[in-house]
């Protein structure tokens, strides 16, 4: 079955910087990877998502990439602030299932 | 709108005992996820339901672990004879139309702590 690695499992970095996640999959049918974001105490939320007809996709400071040779997706968030302080899962279809991975806590100070 | 709810939102119980968990997904969504989230993991997958379609349990860790939905609306988790590696929190999404390309609403969760 679909297997989904993340790293790293914790990022620190200074508000403005950028912040980069990385996940690998294993199954070559997967075709849709999307990211959630879960701030402390909350429910995960949807940030972005790519399918597998696209390498790239941007949406104002969040953008994510894809390689479907390497079998890997990256999420990139530009010009960080402090609320993007949260844990960032990634994930990876499999069949009627997203399989996710273990999460990034990410920690922005101002 | 109403997103989606659960309910309890927390709940402590004895090894042994079965527990119940609900889920209410927002209105129209046929869709509905069932997923475990512990302490410092993802989340894993349980069980998925498709409008009137048979679900799909292929995440169900045990045969402790079983889940209904009726009026292809709110669902119930059932967990028997729990265990202490059952505490985690128990996540539930819903989504719009088919195909695990919808995106998935999530609920508040429910925190279950296993004594």
């Known amino acids: 079955g679909e297997n989904v690695e993340q790293h790293p499992s914790t990022l620190s970095v200074q508000e403005g910087d950028s912040a980069v996640i990385k996940c690998t999959y294993s199954d070559s049918a997967s075709n849709y990877f999307p990211w959630y974001k879960q701030e402390l105490g909350k429910r995960p939320q949807l940030i972005i998502d790519i399918r597998s007809n696209v390498g790239e996709k941007k949406d104002q400071r969040i953008a994510v990439t894809l390689n479907k040779t390497a079998k890997h997706f990256s999420l990139h968030i530009t010009e960080t602030q402090p609320e993007d302080s949260a844990v960032y899962f990634c994930?990876?279809?499999?069949?009627?299932?997203?399989?996710f991975g273990k999460g990034t806590t990410l920690s922005v100070s101002s | 709108g109403a997103g989606v709810s659960q309910s309890p939102s927390n709940k402590v119980t004895e090894k042994g005992k079965d527990v119940e968990l609900r889920c209410d997904p927002i209105?129209?969504?046929?869709?509905l996820y069932w997923y475990r989230q512990s302490l410092g993991q993802g989340l894993e997958f349980l069980i998925y339901?498709?409008?009137?379609?048979?679900?799909?349990k292929s995440g169900l860790p045990s045969d402790r672990f079983s889940a209904e939905r009726t009026g292809g609306s709110v669902s119930t988790l059932t967990i028997q004879r729990t265990q202490q590696e059952d505490s985690a929190v128990y996540l539930c999404?819903?989504?719009?139309?088919?195909?695990?390309?919808?995106?998935?609403?999530f609920g508040p969760g429910t925190r279950l702590l296993v004594l």
């Open positions: 999404a819903s989504s719009a139309g088919q195909g695990v390309q919808e995106t998935q609403y």
């Open positions: 209105s129209g969504h046929t869709a």
């Open positions: 339901f498709q409008g009137n379609s048979a679900p799909d």
């Open positions: 994930a990876a279809s499999s069949g009627t299932a997203l399989i």
